[in-house]
């Protein structure tokens, strides 16, 4: 079992970028798949990126493609997601989940850890 940790959050202008780090405290990161959401007030979480076990597959929304990557680096048990031209609708809290196995699904229902999310809001 892991436990997460998003970090990295706080208020961007409209344009510019972050990086949101996730630690995972647990054994066996590396065989567990990751993804990351986003829930802004009033909507449902929504799938933002996923990226494989290994890190040789990587899913994007359309919504943020060409915008965002998702990368990890198992030697220090952490994903990240490098977010640029941000706009007011990517205001939200951002979390990070997981799942053992390859690759985790685009529904939160397909992970079973979570973080307890990083706030970004984009001011414009």
């Known amino acids: 079992q892991l436990q997460l940790i998003e970090s990295g959050g706080g208020l961007v202008q409209a344009g510019g970028s972050a990086k949101l780090p996730c630690s995972a405290s647990?054994?066996?990161?590396?065989?567990?798949?990751l993804g990351w959401f986003r829930q802004a007030p009033g909507k449902e979480r929504e799938f933002v990126a996923r990226?494989?076990?290994?890190?040789?597959?990587?899913d994007y929304a359309a919504s943020v493609k060409g915008r965002i990557t998702i990368s990890r680096d198992n030697s220090k048990n952490t994903v990240y997601l490098q977010m640029n031209n941000l706009q007011s609708e990517d205001t939200a809290v951002y979390y990070c989940?997981?799942?053992?196995?390859?690759?985790?699904?685009?529904?939160?229902?397909?992970?079973?850890?979570w973080g307890q999310g990083t706030q970004i809001t984009v001011s414009s």
């Open positions: 990226i494989s076990e290994r890190g040789s597959i990587t």
């Open positions: 989940a997981a799942v053992l196995g390859t690759i985790g699904g685009r529904s939160p229902t397909s992970y079973d850890e």
């Open positions: 647990g054994p066996n990161f590396d065989r567990y798949a």
